[in-house]
């Protein structure tokens, strides 16, 4: 979450908490579907924990000794594993990945529907989101010349409409998902594509130059020496990113940096994990390779699978 829909969140927590507009996804390092954090194992796993059982639930964990993060992981593999032959391959953990992330989204639509059906008609509409989110700033619409309510909910609008196939300004509960997780949906990437570049085109060109980019991830006033990553990045537009070598890129492009076709980060991650973990090269993964690899897993402090035993999810 950025700093104006931080504060924003902050600021009408207490009247309103499920109300918040939608927010503007990290792009850089990860991937945004499997999580928001850095993936560098070299300075923690707090990556994979993500990718592993889903962002918010990977929370639960965090007052968990080592013991019974162990306790609680090793019980999980029993559902990976979906052949029960005593191993996880990396299908199954590819598998378990998708619908760690898959959950994640159904528990967040349900949270923001129950804050949005204002009438109770299993339907949420633009008037009731935007009361629901915006009714407190609509008389002072600017209130701190840091940020732009209106901006926001005129951006809002514009994404429930691509969300609204029918056009009634009626939402579903699908069309409401494709409103709050457009990445998920093939039919609104192009509205994540265009506002990805709204936000980093600081200039209203168009496109997205070589500044403008390394500028949305780095703040670098005041550093006279960029981090090793930072340079990295720059070598990654100027080799990949801009594929027509002009010098930016435009709406293509862009979408193939934030929503490549050709790579499924799921089994990405699950590759990964078994890259990792599997100490005899088989392939594959037993119990004790997972459990012995736990802090790769969940960490120390673990993730949400304690709290998907105690609500006995089905996978």
């Given amino acids: 979450m950025d700093v104006r829909h931080l504060l924003l969140c902050l600021g009408l927590w207490v009247i309103c908490t499920f109300s918040k507009p939608t927010e503007k996804k990290e792009r850089v390092h990860h991937d945004p579907q499997l999580s928001e954090k850095v993936h560098d194992d070299l300075q923690n796993f707090d990556y994979d924990h993500d990718a592993f059982l889903g962002a918010e639930e990977a929370k639960t964990f965090d007052q968990l000794t080592p013991e019974e993060s162990k306790e609680r992981l090793g019980k999980i593999v029993g559902d990976i594993d979906a052949d029960k032959d005593g191993h996880v391959t990396v299908d199954e953990l590819r598998d378990w990945i998708k619908f760690a992330q898959k959950r994640w989204i159904f528990e967040d639509v349900e949270r923001q529907w129950k804050g ?74 192009d509205t994540v594509v265009l506002e990805t570049m709204e936000d980093i085109d600081k200039n209203g060109d168009g496109v997205i130059d070589l500044e403008e980019y390394i500028g949305d991830m780095y703040n670098h006033e005041g550093d006279a020496n960029e981090p090793e990553w930072v340079k990295t990045e720059r070598e990654q537009f100027l080799e990949f990113r801009d594929k027509n070598r002009d010098g ?42 997972v459990v012995d690899k736990y802090d790769l897993f969940v960490g120390s402090q673990a993730t949400d699978f304690g709290e998907a035993l105690v609500r006995h999810d089905e996978f």
């Fill in 116 to 189: 949005h059906d204002l009438n109770g008609d299993s339907m949420v509409s633009w008037d009731e989101y935007k009361n629901a989110t915006y009714s407190y700033m609509l008389d002072d619409p600017d209130p701190d010349n840091s940020f732009n309510y209106k901006q926001m909910m005129i951006r809002d609008e514009r994404r429930f409409k691509m969300a609204d196939k029918d056009g009634d300004l009626i939402a579903t509960k699908e069309e409401f998902t494709a409103f709050l997780h457009p990445e998920e949906f093939d039919y609104m990437k």
């Fill in 248 to 289: 930016q890129m435009d709406k293509e492009e862009t979408k193939d940096w934030i929503l490549p076709s050709d790579y499924d980060h799921a089994e990405a991650e699950a590759r990964h994990l078994v890259y990792e973990s599997d100490q005899n090269k088989d392939g594959k993964l037993t119990r004790e390779e």
